[in-house]
């Protein structure tokens, strides 16, 4: 169950990037909460992961996940450059939290 906790903070840490992308274009309230309703979620998701996940590949896990959906939310959503190299770097981040799902 934790797993799936901490894969979901990083999913939240997404959203808190798109809804930050939302803040700076419409700055309003309802942005605003947004953002801090997506953070607030992933956080407590990851501290939730950490009572068996330990800190460190929590956290690594936790931000490759939230980079790597970052990084594909702009290409897809917000027209960034779909360069095969940004995408061998993502598959890069996302077998790195793999891999340390593996060894610990």
């Not at 840490?13 to 997506?38: H, P």
């Not at 290409?75 to 995408?87: A, N, Q």
Request: no cysteine; proline share 1%.
């Amino acid at each position: 169950m934790e797993w799936l906790s901490l894969i979901a903070a990083g999913l939240f840490e997404t959203s808190g990037v798109m809804a930050m992308n939302r803040l700076n274009r419409d700055r309003n309230a309802k942005s605003l909460l947004l953002l801090l309703g997506a953070f607030g979620a992933s956080f407590l998701a990851l501290a939730y992961a950490m009572d068996s996940i330990p800190m460190s590949t929590a956290y690594a896990i936790w931000t490759g996940i939230g980079a790597s959906g970052g990084a594909l939310v702009g290409m897809w959503l917000y027209g960034e450059s779909k360069d095969w190299r940004r995408v061998l770097f993502i598959v890069m981040i996302l077998g790195a939290a793999v891999g340390l799902k593996l060894v610990g």
